[in-house]
């Protein structure tokens, strides 16, 4: 099955700085690959996404890239505020049908000010 | 808010024992993801219903079992409880035109 690997577990930043979270994953028929917010006791929220045939996808302050012969896609934080600080994962979808996700283990970003 | 809905919020139980977690999906989705999350584990996908129907199962157990009505509400069964089973249990939902899924507030399950 799909493995999606997830670095760094931690990234403390200042505040202004910017941020990179990188995500690896195994099956190359993965084609759908979503990027989820989780503050501290709350649902994951997705705040971004790109599919197998987009290199890049950009809102606001939040961009993802995709290299699929490389198999690996990370997510770019500019300008980082205090509330950015939140656990970050990363997912494949799992080919085969279905839209199954196969996540990281997550980031824990915290932003100083 | 996601519109998907979780029942309980909190559940506190003794091992051996057995529990029923509700979800409720966004209105018109047919598709629920159930997942857990522990703190070693990350998010770990476990079965999903697609209109009343298993479509797929990830790790678990057999221990666990979950079913979708025709109201497309779900609920996820936990039976023969261990102290691991301790997480936050998580249902999703997905229109069958998009690939975005959209999560519940969770259900946080402690077994002592």
């Known amino acids: 099955g799909e493995n999606v690997e997830q670095h760094p577990s931690t990234l403390s930043v200042q505040e202004g700085d910017s941020a990179v979270i990188k995500c690896t994953y195994s099956d190359s028929a993965s084609n759908y690959f979503p990027w989820y917010k989780q503050e501290l006791g709350k649902r994951p929220q997705l705040i971004i996404d790109?599919?197998?045939?987009?290199g890049e996808k950009k809102d606001q302050r939040i961009a993802v890239t995709l290299n699929k012969t490389a198999k690996h896609f990370s997510l770019h934080i500019t300008e980082t505020q205090p509330e950015d600080s939140a656990v970050y994962f990363c997912a494949a979808s799992s080919p085969g049908g279905y839209s199954t996700l196969t996540f990281g283990k997550g980031t824990m970003l915290l932003v100083s000010p | 808010d996601s519109g998907v809905t979780q029942t309980p919020k909190h559940l506190i139980t003794a091992t051996g024992q057995r529990v029923t977690l509700r979800c409720s999906p966004r209105s018109g989705d047919l598709s629920v993801y159930w997942y857990q999350q522990s703190l070693d584990q990350g998010l770990q996908f476990l079965i999903q219903y697609y209109n009343g129907e298993e479509r797929a199962k990830g790790n678990i157990l057999e221990r666990f079992s979950a079913q979708q009505f025709p109201d497309l509400h779900s609920e996820l069964n936990l039976s023969s409880l261990e102290l691991g089973d301790s997480a936050l249990y998580f249902c999703?939902?997905?229109?069958?035109?998009?690939?975005?899924?959209?999560f519940g507030p969770g259900t946080r399950l402690t077994v002592l």
């Open positions: 999703a939902s997905k229109a069958g035109y998009t690939d975005t899924q959209y």
């Open positions: 790109i599919r197998s045939n987009v």
